[in-house]
């Protein structure tokens, strides 16, 4: 009985194997995904939604550094929309629900040259139920916005990555979201 459970896994790995796939960040901190990523730095950005993604950005990006440090060779402009929404209407007509809503538009600035490599947008998005007590409506609605933020900043690490992994040409369009 073990042995064809050994044979399906000896046969899926070479199946993998075969099809091309490869590690992110191969050779640890000395391959080119890493240092790409350690010599990113981020300028501040507006509000508190802009502190939260700006820490999130660093502390990805942070391992990176620790890994194989290295002077700024890019800038990661982000531009943040923070937007609360209310719906589900009660019979009342007081709101029962919101959508907190976070989308970014970063680009990634070649420091030496200027120009812009990547341009592109990212969004996450959560929903809050609106309670009796506003302390925890607004309790609420500031832990959704600590893990949009994490949870944006890590979507544009990871799509940051890939992008330094195919090798950093001039942007020629917005890419999708």
């Keep these: 009985m073990r042995i064809p459970a050994l044979l399906a896994v000896v046969l899926g ?6 099809c091309g796939l490869q590690p992110m960040y191969a050779a640890a901190g000395s391959g080119a995904v890493a240092r790409g990523l350690a010599g990113i730095e981020v300028p501040a950005i507006e509000g508190k939604a802009g502190w939260l993604v700006r820490n999130a950005l660093n502390d990805r990006l942070a391992a990176a550094n620790r890994a194989a440090p290295a002077a700024p060779r890019y800038r990661l402009d982000v531009r943040l929309d923070d937007r609360l929404e209310g719906f589900g209407l009660l019979s009342d007509d007081t709101i029962g629900r919101e959508r907190r809503i976070l989308r970014a538009r970063y680009q990634l600035v070649d420091l030496a040259s200027g120009e812009i490599v990547y341009d592109a947008t990212a969004g996450a998005d959560a929903g809050i139920d609106v309670v009796s007590s506003e302390y925890a409506t607004i309790a609420a ?3 959704a916005l600590e893990n949009l933020s994490k949870e944006l ?12 992994r195919g090798g950093a040409q001039p942007a020629t369009a917005v890419a999708p979201k």
């Design 13 to 18: 790995s070479l199946t993998l194997a075969g």
């Design 141 to 143: 609605e500031n832990t």
């Design 153 to 164: 900043a890590q979507r544009i690490v990871t799509a940051v990555a890939l992008r330094l």
